[in-house]
């Protein structure tokens, strides 16, 4: 069984491009949840989707910042018009229910804004 | 959502147990305390997690206080391979979607000697 696959692994991008990070959760998981961490800091929570509902977004920067999890495919993060401050790891994770299931990582995506 | 109070960094030697503290004073009747690590450019991996009664399984312990204000993490033997940035995380059981997230704070480095 596949654990949960991100890609890019490293992505580049100039200011004011567009960057798409993809996940892809583990088998049988319906439960996706965005986090990222800057240089130097922190875990933070950014959003939380079920297929095709967004269920708490309650970390997105309000500007800029977009999530998806359609019926079919992967889990898409976008960004655009990307700022240096945008520059960190994206990690996405799965779960097979809400609450407190065991949530599964993947190896997160490094975003550079050049 | 609760807070927790860990140590910035501890040391251990290879093949000795490590108790990594977590204060919690203001978990509610309803918080599940879970550990998460993140071992160097990876993302964060599931531990253990228990509510009032103390917990084993394959990786690790989970003491837990009588008055569940503190829990101790308890590797028996420690290996290079769990140096690592250690997470105490509470997160409510109540039902709500704050119970999904996870909210990670600065967590304790773990270093482990040869």
């Known amino acids: 069984n596949a654990g949960v696959m991100q890609n890019p692994r490293h992505l580049v991008r100039r200011r004011g491009q567009e960057a798409r990070l993809r996940c892809s959760p583990m088998?049988?998981?319906?439960?996706v949840y965005w986090y990222r961490q800057l240089p130097e800091e922190g875990l933070k929570f950014m959003v939380y989707?079920?297929?095709?509902?967004?269920?708490?977004e309650s970390g997105m920067p309000k500007e800029r910042f977009s999530a998806e999890f359609p019926k079919e495919g992967p889990s898409i993060l976008r960004i655009q018009q990307v700022v240096r401050g945008d520059s960190a790891a994206y990690f996405c994770?799965?779960?097979?229910?809400?609450?407190?299931?065991?949530?599964?990582f993947g190896p997160g995506t490094r975003l550079l804004v050049l | 959502d609760a807070k927790t109070t860990q140590p910035n960094s501890m040391e251990s030697n290879e093949e000795e147990p490590v108790h990594l503290p977590c204060n919690h004073s203001?978990?509610?009747?309803?918080?599940?305390i879970h550990w998460y690590r993140q071992l160097p450019s990876q993302g964060p991996e599931y531990v253990i997690h228990?509510?009032?009664s103390n917990v084993n399984n394959r990786m690790a312990s989970l003491a837990i206080a009588e008055d569940r204000k503190s829990s101790t993490l308890i590797l028996h033997r420690a290996t290079l391979r769990d140096a690592a940035v250690y997470y105490c995380?509470?997160?409510?059981?109540?039902?709500?979607?704050?119970?999904?997230?996870?909210?990670f704070g600065e967590g304790t480095q773990l270093t482990v000697n040869p």
């Open positions: 995380i509470l997160r409510d059981g109540a039902g709500g979607t704050s119970g999904s997230r996870l909210t």
């Open positions: 228990g509510l009032t």
């Open positions: 203001t978990i509610s009747g309803t918080d599940y």
């Open positions: 088998k049988g998981h319906s439960h």
């Open positions: 989707l079920q297929k095709e509902n967004i269920i708490d």
């Open positions: 994770a799965s779960s097979t229910q809400r609450g407190q299931e065991t949530q599964y």
